[in-house]
Nanobody, 124 residues
């Protein structure tokens, strides 16, 4: 059974940085794309970033505008989201997710396995 456990959330001032981590277990990590989503109170879950199994391909939603970087450590079965220049509108619960099948995709609906989330709060 695949398990995803996020960490690294917290409270940060606007303009600050956070690095989220997601530890994966239960299957061969190197075969699957990984992604980060976020959900603010009262809003739908938003697809933030994705990375291919090798790490060679990445995708970011337009609103990130170069402030976030997704990366992965295949030896350590982890995926990261480095968030810089944080804004109050970046606040929410951030979720790590992965696909059931192999292969690269930026179809948000393909990411169906989720972690429990980590809270990010950005003060203005």
């Amino acid at each position: 059974q695949v398990q995803l456990v996020e960490s690294g959330g917290g409270l940060v001032q606007a303009g600050g940085s956070l690095r989220l981590a997601c530890a994966a277990s239960g299957r061969t990590f190197t075969l699957y794309a990984m992604a980060w989503f976020r959900q603010a109170p009262g809003k739908e879950r938003e697809f933030v970033a994705a990375i291919s199994s090798s790490g060679g391909l990445t995708y970011y939603t337009d609103s990130i505008n170069g402030r976030f970087t997704i990366s992965r450590d295949n030896a350590g079965n982890r995926v990261y989201l480095q968030m810089n220049s944080l804004k109050p509108e970046d606040a929410g619960v951030y979720y790590c997710a992965t696909t059931r099948g192999t292969g690269w995709t930026i179809d948000s609906y393909a990411f169906t396995i989720w972690g429990q989330g980590t809270q990010v709060t950005v003060s203005s």
